[in-house]
């Protein structure tokens, strides 16, 4: 079965640090192309970043400032978001999410986690 | 960046109906690289439609979409009581930005 699990997430102060990591099963995760997507409480969702299968190429969305970076371990078949200098609007469930086989960068998201929960809050 | 607008906001019908949502883009989605995604309550998001128009694998003909350049639309040809969700349109054709449109709920009458 196709899927993918993330976790790492918690409860962070302002300014800290998290990694959240997202492992896929039953296909291989460095063949696709990747991204991570979160959504705030109440709110709808927000696409975060996004990884080619050759990660030749790396998308942020502007709001972000820096201060998130994806990445990927191919010997666990995972996927990373490192995210800092957290703010309370950063609080939200992240989800990574399948993208195309290959390095193509227009398409959709097929498959997706259950989502990993962030709070920030002191 | 596309900016992607739903409307309605909330939509209230009875099982059996026809649901009708729409989605308009900012600018033209080129290739018609829309998507339709369906989110129930607690859970993940669940692609419904592709490329304006192709349904994902094993989603029922019920789900229907249409639309090309900047007005895209999701039919629901008789609604089902598992088919009370929130879903979003998301455009794929711009770079480096994906986009998604703020929602709309279904929710029974």
């Known amino acids: 079965e196709v899927q993918l699990v993330e976790s790492g997430g918690g409860l962070v102060q302002p300014g800290g640090s998290l990694r959240l990591s997202c492992t896929a099963s039953?296909?291989?995760?460095?063949?696709?192309?990747m991204n991570w997507v979160r959504q705030a409480p109440g709110k709808g969702l927000e696409w975060i970043s996004y990884m080619s299968s050759t990660t030749n190429t790396i998308f942020y969305a502007a709001s972000l400032k820096g201060r998130f970076t994806i990445s990927r371990d191919i010997g666990k078949n995972s996927l990373y978001l490192q995210v800092n200098s957290l703010e309370s609007e950063d609080t939200a469930v992240y989800y990574c999410a399948r993208g195309a086989m290959g390095a193509y960068y227009y398409h959709y998201m097929d498959v997706w986690g259950e989502g990993t929960t962030v709070t920030v809050s002191s | 960046e596309i900016v992607l607008t739903q409307s309605p906001g909330t939509l209230s019908l009875s099982p059996g109906e026809r649901a009708t949502l729409s989605c308009r883009a900012s600018q033209s989605v080129s290739s018609s690289y829309l998507a339709w995604y369906q989110q129930k309550s607690g859970q993940a998001p669940r692609l419904l439609i592709y490329?304006?128009?192709s349904r994902a694998t094993g989603i029922p003909d019920r789900f229907s979409g249409s639309g090309s350049g900047t007005d895209f639309t999701l039919t629901i040809s008789r609604l089902e009581p598992e088919d009370y969700a929130v879903y979003y349109c998301?455009?794929?054709?711009?770079?480096?930005?994906?986009?998604f449109g703020q929602g709309t709920k279904l929710e029974i009458k």
């Open positions: 998301q455009q794929y054709g711009d770079s480096p930005s994906y986009t």
């Open positions: 039953g296909f291989t995760l460095s063949s696709y192309s």
């Open positions: 490329g304006a128009s």
